[in-house]
């Protein structure tokens, strides 16, 4: 309808724009919420982060989702269910959280939903030959936008992959409009289920930045202490410090095609898995290791495989800063360990500003203000994808 596409059309030219950005990632802890007032765009966006909440996800809710997630066999009818019912439940925790922050929905401008990952299938991953680089996130946009009424811009990776890049990640288009800063050369490490970086350097030369995964961040600790424990996540690395690092298993668990492949890459909990880890404990002959020494041998895996990747990227001699995000930074004992291995003070990404828990979502409001504001930015050969527009649109009505 004209009425849609005028109102989206005026948008484009709001001096703010008031955006929800959405996350769920790969450790399906909860929907985070963050309400963002965006200015101008490109390298001369600045953003606010009005509100953020993570809206815990409930036990059975997890469990749904846990049935397909990351697994190549599944009930297909579940798939096709929870992809509306992601939808419509994200959508009423949207309004939840509007109400709990006192914002009528139509003083909302977009909504950019991430939707959830339920498989990320990189080509260097799958290796069938004739299929390319696939990712499906699920969480229908068109019932988030008729659920609440907003212009909903979701499935942002597709683009990503048809313009040649893994789908993932997407991190480098936020981080370099936010955070770049002149003559400090910044990496922005995010550590979620599975950890990703993001190098800027000081001289600003958009050529130079590019984002990658690095493996593992919680992934495999969460699913480890869930197995052993019946907990969640190693809180505050308690377990982890209880135990001693194995280095027979680390070297096995080091031991993947992943770690050798050049940036930028991708990977997920479809690798990093339960598997992956008893295959390590196989290899190794440590099928009887003491439970709090595979979390410490587990945690020094995502901090060594973090750091080693964070080095290469840096050209020798260079100076940098690390700034951290993500779940990944409440645990201490991995903080220390990748100061420690890269030899300086791992600093927090809420030093500049934005909560590092709401990073990746505000990262979403960033790509939908560009796609409905943005100006094409040229990333260079480096990150092997061109400054594209992401986000499919849906209309509330
Ligand atoms: N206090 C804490 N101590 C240790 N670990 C913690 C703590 N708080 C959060 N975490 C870890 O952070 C994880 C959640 O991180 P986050 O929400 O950034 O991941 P995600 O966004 O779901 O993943 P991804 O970025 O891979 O999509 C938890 O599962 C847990 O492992
Ligand atoms: C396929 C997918 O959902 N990937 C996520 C995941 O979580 C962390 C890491 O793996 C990153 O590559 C990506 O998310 C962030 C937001 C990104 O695209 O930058």
Known sequence: MKEHVEKLYALSSKPVRRIVGLMSGTSLDGLDVALCRVEGSGPGTSLQVEHFKTVPYEARFRNE?????????????????????????????????????????????????????????????????????????????????????????????????????????????????????????????????????????????????????????????????????????????????????????????????????????????????????????????REGIAPADLIATLTQFSAETISEAIRNAMPEGEIFEVYASGGGAHNPVLMQAIGALLGIQIRRIDELGVAGDAKEAVLFAVLANEAVAGEATYFGEKQGVPGVSMGKISFPG
């Not at 925790?93 to 006192?102: A, P, S």
């Open 65 to 285: 989702v846990r049935e397909i997630f990351a697994k190549r066999q599944i009930d297909f009818q579940h798939l096709v269910l929870l992809n509306p019912l992601i939808g419509l439940q994200h959508g009423q925790m949207i309004l939840d959280c509007l109400t709990e922050w006192g914002i009528e929905a139509s003083d909302v401008d977009l909504i950019a939903s991430h939707g959830q990952t339920v498989f990320h299938a990189p080509q260097k991953q799958h290796g069938l030959p004739g299929f390319p680089n696939a990712t499906l996130q699920i969480g229908d946009g068109d019932h988030i936008a008729v659920k609440t009424g907003i212009i909903t811009l979701s499935d942002f990776r597709q683009k990503h992959i048809a313009a040649g890049g893994e789908g993932a990640p997407l991190a480098v288009y936020g981080d370099y409009f936010l955070f770049s800063q002149k003559n400090e050369n910044r990496i922005l490490l995010n550590m979620g289920g599975i950890a990703n970086f993001t190098f800027l350097p000081g001289n600003l030369d958009a050529s130079l930045v590019f984002t990658t995964d690095t493996g593992p961040g919680n992934t495999l600790i969460d699913a480890l202490t869930r197995q052993l424990y019946g907990k969640p996540f190693d809180e505050n690395g308690s377990i982890a410090t209880s135990g001693n690092i194995d280095g027979a298993l680390l070297n096995a668990l080091k031991d993947a095609s992943f770690f050798e492949q050049p940036f930028p890459k991708t990977t997920g909990p479809e690798v990093f898995s339960l598997g992956y880890v008893e295959d390590a404990q196989k290899r190794s002959n």
